[in-house]
């Protein structure tokens, strides 16, 4: 595989998250074959924090492209308005303009923080940068948010900041860590703000934070290989959940 036509290729968020991006394993992969492999690359649909977590990015780093965001200003979603509008612009789900606001709100007090402005705005940062690589034998790909001098900045939302330090591992963050330090060669930092509070957080990445990502990702190349594999020893429908209680 030629690496660097596939970067170049995955720079194009159409590559990144169709079918040529397909082909490589990614964190957000790591749920399903962790917890319900049957479900690995099924398509998933939008959801409220999916749309509202891509909508801060975009502000954040990419605000050129906030037009692609469908935002409809009316009091719910239970409004024949706003159901009109998912035909109209034949969507699942769209952004309500109070939705919106709120996150240029979280937007404006991110960037309003000179320490978290100062990085994320660094004259020598590079944007959703993508990257591929082989671990543990399979290849897989990453995008990051922020490729810093110094590190690799992410950026996150969070329903309650006191309790990222647990989220961050049930979301998978961990593995996200390690598979993004290994691929990028720099230390990783969640810049986080807090949705209800609008707190901001920055938090870095101990050794046994690391080492949990990597464990979880040794367990997913486990799955992966033994059901989906071009080596694959099992059958996918023969997959049975098992855990001790």
């Given amino acids: 595989m030629d690496k660097a036509k596939a970067i170049k290729e995955l720079l194009d968020d159409k590559n990144y998250y169709g079918d040529f991006g397909s082909k490589y394993l990614s964190n957000s992969d790591i749920i399903y074959l962790l917890k319900n492999p049957t479900q690995f690359k099924v398509p998933i649909e939008k959801t409220k924090p999916l749309i509202e ?15 692609n965001f469908k935002i409809i200003d009316c009091a719910s979603r239970s409004t024949k308005l706003y159901k009109e509008a998912l035909i109209e612009h034949n969507e699942d789900i769209m952004l309500l303009q109070k939705e919106a606001d709120y996150i240029q709100a979280l937007v404006d007090k991110m960037k309003g923080t000179m320490e978290m402005y100062d990085l994320i705005y660094a004259d ?29 900045i992410d950026l996150k939302t969070s329903s309650d900041l006191d309790k990222f330090q647990y989220s961050c591992r049930t ?75």
């Avoid at 590079?126 to 034998?137: H, L, R, T």
């Avoid at 870095?204 to 290989?225: H, L, M, P, R």
């Fill in 53 to 67: 977590g891509g909508y801060f990015h975009t502000l954040m780093l990419e605000p050129e492209k906030k037009d």
């Fill in 124 to 152: 020598n940062n590079k944007y959703e940068q993508p990257m591929v690589d082989v671990i543990m034998g399979n290849w897989w790909k990453a995008k990051a948010d922020i490729i810093h001098d110094d590190f690799v």
């Fill in 171 to 245: 979301y998978n963050y961990d593995s996200q860590a390690y598979i993004y330090q290994r691929m990028f060669g720099k230390p990783m930092l969640f810049f986080v703000i807090c949705k209800a509070t609008m707190r901001l957080g920055i938090f870095d990445c101990s050794a046994e934070f690391i080492k949990s990502g990597q464990n979880k990702v040794e367990q997913a190349t486990e799955v992966y290989n033994k059901f989906f594999s071009d080596e694959a020893v099992s059958d996918i429908h023969t997959y049975i959940h098992k855990q001790t209680l």
